[in-house]
């Protein structure tokens, strides 16, 4: 049966980007549901900017699906405390696809953040 998902996929002519479909995220709870908007988050996000992200920070669901912040390395530095991160906030609507993103903040890897 699993054999038979990615050609299910493959045939709906949309692109797979390996978050499976949106009835996956309906069975899904609790948990397994967050911990799949994590990785649809990270992944998207990775597709877009061509970095790999180094942490979800945040999570949280809203009406229209999840809200997260993704930290992503964009510029290596030597020593690594000095590295350039940046802070992204990504939208997914109910099925997991990303609708939004936007950098919400830039920094330095050893910066402590000092916000209330």
């Known amino acids: 049966m699993a054999a038979a998902e990615p050609a299910k996929r493959r045939s ?3 692109r797979s980007t ?6 996956d995220s309906t069975r ?7 911990a799949w908007a994590m990785r649809s988050a990270a992944k998207q996000l990775e597709e877009l900017l061509g ?14 699906g999840w809200e997260a912040e993704v930290e992503v390395l964009e510029l290596e530095r030597i020593p690594e405390t000095t590295s350039v991160m940046g802070s992204y906030r990504v939208t997914l609507d109910k099925e997991g696809d990303l ?5 919400t903040r830039r920094y330095t890897r050893g910066q402590i953040d000092r916000r209330g």
């Not at 390996?18 to 009835?23: A, D, I, L, P, Q």
């Not at 970095?51 to 229209?64: C, F, H, I, Y």
């Not at 609708?99 to 950098?103: N, S």
């Open 28 to 34: 899904l709870s609790g948990k397994d549901k967050a």
């Open 51 to 64: 970095r790999a992200p180094e942490s979800v920070s945040s999570l949280k669901p809203t009406d229209d």
């Open 99 to 103: 609708v939004a993103y936007e950098r």
């Open 18 to 23: 390996g978050r499976g479909s949106s009835s």
């Open 12 to 14: 709906s002519g949309s």
